[in-house]
């Protein structure tokens, strides 16, 4: 069983960055898909950002397109989601999800497998 563990939330104010870090315990585990999730209080768990296993493609969601950088370390097994000019919206606790086969979507949550514990970020203004 793989397990995804985040790290890198904390509290920060109205402009800042954060750097979060998704590993899996497994060294070989090299997933099709990896995203990154969030989900603000009182709402629903929503898809940020995406990578393909190589990290060749990515995908953003309008809100964090042009702010949010999503990359993967091949090497550590690692995806990061590197996330600048910080809004309050963007409080949330963030999840990183991977796909362990090969699937025709890519957004929702039951396309993953595999799930951390969530890391949380909020922000101030």
């Known amino acids: 069983q793989v397990q995804l563990v985040e790290s890198g939330g904390g509290l920060v104010q109205a402009g800042g960055s954060l750097r979060l870090s998704c590993t899996a315990s497994a060294r070989t585990f090299s997933p099709v898909i990896t995203a990154w999730f969030r989900q603000a209080p009182g709402k629903e768990r929503e898809v940020v950002a995406v990578?393909?296993?190589?990290?060749?493609?990515?995908f953003y969601t309008n809100s964090t397109r042009g702010r949010f950088t999503i990359s993967r370390d091949k090497a550590e097994n690692t995806v990061y989601l590197q996330m600048n000019n910080l809004t309050p919206e963007d409080t949330a606790v963030y999840y990183c999800?991977?796909?362990?086969?090969?699937?025709?979507?890519?957004?929702?949550?039951?396309?993953?497998?595999?799930w951390g514990q969530g890391t949380q970020v909020a922000v101030s203004s």
């Open positions: 990578i393909t296993s190589s990290g060749s493609s990515t």
């Open positions: 999800a991977a796909q362990g086969r090969l699937r025709v979507s890519m957004t929702s949550l039951s396309d993953y497998d595999y």
